[in-house]
């Protein structure tokens, strides 16, 4: 059985068919995830579902244990993550309300660990194409069929926060050529990349920043409605993709780390090949 992950908003795990619903605790060697996980079964698939802030949304951006959120997802069995998340367009073509596909990051956080090595053993994987694109594929055609607005392909520009950008850097950023704004995706995306998990994003623009000057600044109460308003669509889009993505995958990314471990075996210590183990003992 496939076993899919969704990190997101609390809500989309209420999913139509979607059966033998648990919480899972789930302990890693970074601490605890944003919160227990919520396993279930739809059809075929095993699936899990992260609040990515908590409940109650309790968490910044940067408090986030992103280390251990991913961590959680690949000790549960997790080899495709869906990201479900509320952006800022930096395009006058991406109207709030719609839907984008990404396919670049541009990481403009300042404060994150954003890696599983370090402490013992260094490894450099590749971030060229951030994302899966047989995963994004899948995803753009589910939201296709759902009726969706959707661009596919595109810069997601991850901001620190938790403050909205000002109207100097949103226009720089403009400059820059990036689609959308956010404050989470592209720390996950180093983070999936290096347990080999595939990734995708559904970013929903909820706003245009406030470098528009027909339109209203970003506030939380605007990026909130639009988001409620989505919900039921992004529950949509998982149920349509989840039956069209593949026992077996296709892709490099269940093999990012294959070339990518430095550190000579002989030279990792066993509290380090312990605590990794999940992830590098397939070359270790």
């Known amino acids: 059985m496939k076993t899919v992950g969704v990190i997101g908003g609390s809500g989309l795990y209420d999913i139509e068919g979607l059966t033998d619903v648990e919480s899972v605790s789930v302990d890693t060697p970074w601490g605890s995830p944003s919160?227990?996980?919520?396993?279930?079964?739809?059809?075929?698939?095993?699936?899990?579902?992260?609040?990515?802030?908590?409940?109650?949304?309790?968490?910044?951006?940067?408090?986030?244990?992103?280390?251990?959120?991913?961590?959680?997802?690949?000790?549960?069995?997790?080899?495709?993550?869906?990201?479900?998340?509320?952006?800022?367009?930096?395009?006058?073509?991406?109207?709030?309300?719609?839907?984008?596909?990404?396919?670049?990051?541009?990481?403009?956080?300042?404060?994150?660990?954003?890696?599983?090595?370090?402490?013992?053993?260094?490894?450099?994987?590749?971030?060229?194409?951030?994302?899966?694109?047989?995963?994004?594929?899948?995803?753009?055609?589910?939201?296709?069929?759902?009726?969706?607005?959707?661009?596919?392909?595109?810069?997601?520009?991850?901001?620190?926060?938790?403050?909205?950008?000002?109207r100097a850097e949103s226009n720089i950023y403009r400059g820059w050529g990036v689609d959308i704004i956010g404050m989470t995706n592209a720390t996950e995306a180093k983070l999936a990349r290096e347990a080999e998990i595939c990734y995708a994003s559904i970013s929903m623009a909820t706003d245009y920043d406030c470098w528009h000057e027909q339109h209203d600044d970003v506030t939380v109460d605007d990026l909130i409605e639009t988001l409620n308003n989505n919900v039921q669509l992004a529950r949509d889009i998982i149920k349509k993709v989840v039956p069209a993505i593949g026992e077996s995958r296709e892709c490099p990314c269940g093999s990012a780390l294959q070339n990518a471990i430095i550190t000579p075996k002989e030279a990792i210590t066993k509290e380090t090949r312990d605590r990794l183990e999940i992830l590098i003992k397939r070359y270790v």
């Open 35 to 166: 919160d227990n996980l919520i396993v279930g079964s739809l059809d075929d698939t095993r699936m899990v579902f992260l609040p990515r802030h908590g409940r109650y949304h309790k968490q910044m951006p940067s408090e986030i244990n992103y280390r251990a959120n991913i961590f959680a997802m690949k000790k549960m069995g997790v080899e495709w993550i869906i990201s479900v998340s509320a952006v800022g367009s930096m395009k006058e073509h991406i109207s709030p309300g719609q839907i984008v596909i990404p396919s670049q990051f541009y990481d403009h956080t300042k404060t994150r660990v954003s890696t599983f090595f370090g402490s013992g053993i260094v490894a450099h994987v590749s971030m060229a194409d951030p994302v899966c694109a047989l995963l994004s594929d899948e995803l753009y055609n589910a939201s296709i069929s759902s009726g969706a607005t959707v661009h596919k392909g595109g810069t997601y520009l991850c901001m620190e926060g938790p403050q909205f950008s000002s």
